[in-house]
């Protein structure tokens, strides 16, 4: 598994967070702390793909298996999704992505739910669009 971070200098400090090969390790703190979550791009068309589970996780290093995920995104084998997040205040106003108060930490399983561990069967591709509370 292959993780980078890639902080951009545009005006909205947007980070793109990319893992290669992501599984059932967690990619912990991407951020190294809170933040929000934009979006969350997961190419699973790999030859011999099966179904996944992309858990997020709002904790700076969460035990795959045992600690409850704050988002679970489903994508089935073949599939190349995108998730994205838009939240607003109840006047309307656009507040930023989906807030994560503590870190923001992925992993992908095969299984939904909490208790899932079983790593995918073929390569999987994850893409998160990130932005630091802290800036």
Request: contains cysteine; glycine residues 10%.
């Amino acid at each position: 598994m292959a993780t980078t971070a890639s902080p951009t200098s545009n005006p909205f400090s947007t980070d793109f967070s990319s893992t290669t090969s992501a599984g059932a390790t967690p990619v912990n703190d991407i951020l190294l702390g809170p933040g929000y979550i934009h979006s969350v791009t997961v190419d699973n068309t790999a030859s011999g793909a099966s179904n996944v589970h992309v858990k997020l996780y709002d904790d700076a290093g969460p035990t795959v298996g045992g600690t409850d995920p704050a988002v679970i995104l489903p994508v089935k084998a073949g599939e190349h999704r995108t998730f994205e997040f838009r939240c607003f205040d109840s006047s309307g106003n656009y507040t930023g992505g989906l807030k994560f108060d503590t870190a923001i930490s992925y992993a992908v399983v095969q299984e939904a739910g909490t208790s899932g561990t079983t790593a995918p069967a073929a390569t999987v591709n994850v893409y998160l669009t990130v932005t630091s509370t802290a800036t």
